[in-house]
């Protein structure tokens, strides 16, 4: 598949599957881990609601975050930076499925010190199997992919994007959202990004910001529109949820042989 193709595949599975990704209505789902700050959000401030989203999105914000909180090997060591993460709940892939979702990198920091934000697919265990988008601002404004960080492999539309250059009002920010630590500061936007699943497995998302050297200003990231072919990938239950659903199926069936 040729990356203008992507662009198109990932753009029309956000939009017409907009109806069944809507998975942040609700608040959090149960199920998805916080290390830090994490929430969600209708539209607040310069951020808007995502495309093929519904009416409320979630975010990370390293306000609030914790040490620790980062990508391995990338920016200041761990103790040094507050973070924060947020992840999926286990969820079933195939090889060749459509991974689709929308981002918004937002950030008061656009210095030589910024923070920086990544979007993973992790496996069950926790091990990454992609790094699936970056953003951090470059001097020049540039946010995505990120300055001086890796590259993630979801194709991205627009490609890339930078911040707009406007102090980002944005609650998640904190006392940060109306300040601005060097030009160029803002938000780049909602990015549509799209990935096709390499191999099946049992996966999580994880949605991250941190600081780079310091905890100066602060950065969130917002994302929503999480679709597997155009629909939000379902939860697989847990031991205990699997135990009781078998249980409630027995009763079911009893009830029923009882009618018969």
């Avoid at 979630?58 to 391995?72: D, F, I």
Wanted: glycine share 16%; with cysteine.
């Amino acid at each position: 598949m040729t990356t203008s193709m992507r662009y198109v595949t990932a753009a029309a599975l956000l939009l017409s599957g907009g109806a069944h990704a809507q998975i942040f209505d609700g608040g959090i789902p149960g199920g998805w881990q916080c290390a830090g700050s994490c929430g969600t959000a209708a539209e607040d401030g310069v951020v808007t609601l995502a495309p093929g989203g519904g009416n409320r999105y979630g975010w990370v914000s390293n306000t609030g975050g914790v040490p620790g909180v980062r990508l391995p090997g990338i920016g200041a060591p761990a103790d040094s930076a507050a973070g924060s993460a947020l992840r999926s709940y286990v969820f079933a892939a195939d090889a060749g499925q459509a991974l689709t979702f929308a981002f918004n990198y937002v950030t008061t920091d656009g210095g030589d010190f910024s923070d920086y934000g990544w979007i993973r697919l992790l496996r069950e265990d926790g091990s990454q199997a992609a790094l699936l988008a970056t953003a951090r601002t470059s001097p020049g404004g540039g946010a995505v992919p990120g300055f001086g960080m890796p590259a993630g492999v979801a194709a991205l539309s627009p490609p890339s994007a930078t911040v707009e250059g406007i102090v980002p009002h944005w609650s998640p920010l904190g006392a940060d959202a109306s300040s601005c630590y060097v030009e160029l500061c803002g938000q780049t936007g909602w990015i549509e990004a799209a990935w096709t699943v390499a191999a099946s497995g049992r996966y999580r998302l994880e949605f991250g910001v941190v600081n780079w050297v310091d905890n100066s200003a602060d950065t969130g990231l917002a994302f929503d529109a999480i679709a597997l072919d155009g629909t939000a990938p379902p939860p697989i239950p847990e031991p205990r949820a699997w135990a009781m659903l078998l249980a409630g199926l027995g009763v079911t069936a009893a009830v029923a042989r009882r009618r018969g």
